[in-house]
T-cell receptor
C-alpha cells in the first residue's frame, strides 16, 4: 500500500513568487491535512480537507490556501512568498472516520525562499 | 485554542537508561494524544497514541500515561538504545470533526549515548 506522496520534494523560490505543493494521500484516506515545520515554531497546523471541503484552518494568513480534489489528492498554494515561509511543508492523511485521526505523514516538501 | 507544552526540550541519557518526556494540554475537550518520532531528515512517524478513555498504554519498551484531571500525558521509553535518538513530539486533538488537526508540542531532542 503506497504511503503519502508529496511533490516536489525540494524547491527554491524568490520573494514575491507563488508556489503550489501537491499531496496524494494513502488510498482510501479521505482527510488530508497540511502542516508547516520550522526550527523556531515546530509543527503548526495549516488546514485540513475532507471530501473536498476545508474542515479546519490554522492561524496562517490568507496567502496560504489549499484545495482537495474528488480523488482526495490535495494541493496547497502560498502566494507572495516571504522569507519566513521557508519551511518543510508536511502533508498527512487519515481515513477520516469517527475516531480515526491517526495521521500518516508524507516526506514533505522543503521550500526555500530567497 | 488548544495549547500543548512539552518538556524537556533536550534529553540526554546513557544506553539502557529510561527516558521520560512530559506534555500538558489546555483544552479539556481533547481526547486523542499521539506521540511522533522524527529522525533527522525523515518524516514524523507515530510511535504510540492514547485516547482519553484509557489511562495507560504500553507497546514493548514504550508506554504513555494520561492524567485527564491534571491535563498532562507522558512518554516513557525504557532500556533506551542509540536508535531511539530522535526528536519526539507530543500532540493533542479534539477528534470528532477535526480528524487531521493536531496541536503539537515543541519537541524533545533525545540523545542516547552508547
Amino acid at each position: 500500500k503506497a504511503g503519502v506522496t508529496q511533490t516536489p520534494r525540494y524547491l527554491i523560490k524568490t520573494r514575491g513568487q507563488q508556489v503550489t505543493l501537491s499531496c496524494s494521500p494513502i488510498s482510501g484516506h479521505r482527510s488530508v491535512s497540511w502542516y508547516q515545520q520550522t526550527p523556531g515554531q515546530g509543527l503548526q497546523f495549516l488546514f485540513e480537507y475532507f471530501s473536498e471541503t476545508q474542515r479546519n484552518k490554522g492561524n496562517f494568513p490568507g496567502r496560504f490556501s489549499g484545495r482537495q480534489f474528488s480523488n482526495s489528492r490535495s494541493e496547497m498554494n502560498v502566494s507572495t512568498l516571504e522569507l519566513g515561509d521557508s519551511a518543510l511543508y508536511l502533508c498527512a492523511s487519515t481515513p477520516g472516520g469517527s475516531g480515526a485521526n491517526v495521521l500518516t505523514f508524507g516526506a514533505g516538501s522543503r521550500l526555500t525562499v530567497l | 485554542g488548544e495549547n500543548v507544552e512539552q518538556h524537556p526540550s533536550t534529553l540526554s541519557v546513557q544506553e539502557g537508561d529510561s527516558a521520560v518526556i512530559k506534555c500538558t494540554y489546555s483544552d479539556s475537550a481533547s481526547n486523542y494524544f499521539p506521540w511522533y518520532k522524527q529522525e533527522l531528515g525523515k518524516r514524523p512517524q507515530l510511535i504510540i497514541d492514547i485516547r482519553s478513555n484509557v489511562g495507560e498504554k504500553k507497546d514493548q519498551r514504550i508506554a504513555v500515561t494520561l492524567n485527564k484531571t491534571a491535563k498532562h500525558f507522558s512518554l516513557h521509553i525504557t532500556e533506551t538504545q542509540p536508535e531511539d535518538s530522535a526528536v519526539y513530539f507530543c500532540a493533542a486533538s479534539v477528534g470528532g470533526t477535526s480528524y487531521g488537526k493536531l496541536t503539537f508540542g515543541q519537541g524533545t531532542i533525545l540523545t542516547v549515548h552508547p
